[in-house]
């Protein structure tokens, strides 16, 4: 898929919030700096209904949102981590046990001990603000997901 602006990263994001089975899906998000991870992510939240501000999980690692209708979402940036052992001892695996939704940014960081997610985008800045986004559904739920878009 090729975002050309801004405006389609929105359309994206408000295509998979229309779709009940994100509610309990993982997302990794994979591209270099600036690429446009958390503008999705950002995106994204806003369609489900977060309010206020939306901040970027670089240095908390983790921002956790709940929504009035029960739904819970975990926004993740592993870029700082240096192993996968940080993913575990930051008690992580008790959060992916739980229901909701997980967005994963710089996943490849504790790629080791992260379960398989049901969605993995790839995104890859072009000239003028474009962006290449490739979809890799790895789960039935993925695919679905997939298919939605």
Do not use: N
Request: hydrophobic share 45%; charged share 25%.
């Amino acid at each position: 898929m090729r975002w050309p602006d801004e405006a389609a990263c929105e359309a994206t994001a408000r295509a998979l919030a229309a779709q009940p089975l994100l509610r309990d899906a993982f997302i990794e998000l994979h591209g270099p700096l600036g690429a446009g991870k958390t503008t999705l992510v950002r995106h994204l939240l806003r369609a489900l209904g977060v309010q206020g501000r939306i901040k970027s999980p670089t240095y908390a690692v983790l921002e956790p949102y709940e929504l009035a209708d029960g739904l819970a979402i975990s926004h993740f940036d592993f870029y700082r981590f240096e192993d996968a052992a940080e993913w575990s001892d930051a008690g992580f695996r008790d959060v992916f046990a739980q229901p909701g939704l997980k967005l994963a940014e710089w996943p490849e960081k504790v790629a080791a001990a992260l379960p398989p997610p049901d969605l993995r985008l790839e995104l890859e800045p072009q000239e003028d603000d474009q962006r290449t986004v490739t979809f890799q559904a790895l789960t039935p739920r993925g695919l679905a997901l997939l298919q939605a878009l």
